[in-house]
């Protein structure tokens, strides 16, 4: 049984050097454990289960099988990242499911949070058990269970990992990096050669876009969230606000104000910028933006992005507001 404590001994991954000693000590590990089996991963193109995936195809190349299932509520690029370097680049064997109408379709009409993300949980973990079964062989299940899960879990994260996975499906756990603080995974990462941006992406919510796109969802208002949220986190990088910030994104809530367009009035939707600094995500405080940036992305959202008319700051430490809206 692997064990789920960290010992009092272990050193914190800060060094290249730290990095690569641990991976190759995994890479051990996890051929040991898993032998010529073949191993089942869900990749988001989250942090954690993108450094499991590097991680296992040094450790067992093809042996890994990866199913990114696209749900429709990802960020601008998310999914064409993904298979960039895991298909092309890593040459993984990657198995993409662009499930985006199904998971829409079954979140028409539905405004509550919490329904939402119960929808947006199952369905994922029925899309996943589907692919699982077409396949051959597989004995184990990868997840980018870390640290911080094991210490916060008993259920609390249950989107987090492909926890709920039907009875008949019992696979034995590979989780390589579940001694590991966020901070050491980033380390370990980059050691393995993923992409700066994909190694310090910022937190994402497992139901993703689903809980930015307030009340029941439409696809035009989410497709005017991604394009919105995309010129938000472009500027960011450029202005070098990046690396500074913990999680800075745009929710775009269901009611509409009246705007000008072309010398015509019309209705469009608010786009709310949130941009908060935490260290454990408990607290949160909000990041000073400088005005004349603020400016400028308010004027090429209201100009690049169809049906938003006005955008807002959300100046709400937490608490009292959580970092999400929903």
């Known amino acids: 049984m692997l064990s789920n404590k960290r010992p009092d001994s272990m050193q ?38 993108s450094v499991v995936a590097a991680l296992l195809i040094k450790a067992i190349g093809k042996q890994l099988v990866c199913v990114h299932v696209n749900h429709g509520l990802m960020r601008k690029g998310e999914s064409g990242q993904v298979i960039d370097v895991f298909g092309k680049s890593l040459d993984a064997n990657l198995i993409y499911i662009d499930a985006t109408d199904r998971f829409l379709d079954l979140l028409a009409g539905v405004a509550e949070p919490e329904k939402k993300r119960k929808i947006i949980g199952a369905e994922f973990i029925k899309v996943f058990a589907e692919e699982a079964r077409k396949l051959q062989g597989i004995a184990f299940l990868a997840q980018g269970t870390i640290y911080p899960d094991i210490l916060e879990s008993k259920g609390v994260k249950a989107h987090h990992n492909v926890g709920g996975l039907p009875e008949d499906m019992e696979f034995e756990l590979v989780e390589p990096v579940r001694l590991l603080y966020k901070d050491e995974v980033r380390v370990v990462g980059e050691a393995l050669g993923l992409p700066h941006g994909m190694v310090y992406r910022q937190p994402f919510p497992g139901p993703g876009l689903g809980v930015r796109c307030l009340g029941a969802i439409t696809r035009d208002r989410l497709h005017a969230l991604r394009e919105a949220d995309a010129i938000l986190r472009e500027e960011f990088d450029k202005n070098g606000l990046a ?47 400088p005005y004349a940036l603020l400016h400028h992305i308010t004027d090429r959202i209201t100009h690049e992005v169809d049906g938003i008319n006005r955008v807002l700051l959300d100046l709400t430490p937490k608490p009292i507001g959580t970092i999400e809206w929903e």
Do not use: C, H
């Open 12 to 49: 914190r991954i800060t060094t290249p050097e730290l990095a690569n000693a641990f991976i190759d000590e995994q890479v051990r590990e996890i051929r040991e454990q898993v032998g010529d089996k073949k191993v089942l991963l869900a990749l988001s193109g989250g942090v954690d289960s």
């Open 243 to 289: 690396g500074k910030v913990w999680q800075y994104f745009i929710a775009v809530p269901d009611m509409k104000s009246v705007g000008v367009k072309n010398d015509q009035r019309y209705e469009g939707w608010p786009a709310i910028i949130r941009a908060v600094n935490t260290t454990d995500a408990m607290t949160a405080t909000i990041e000073e933006i």
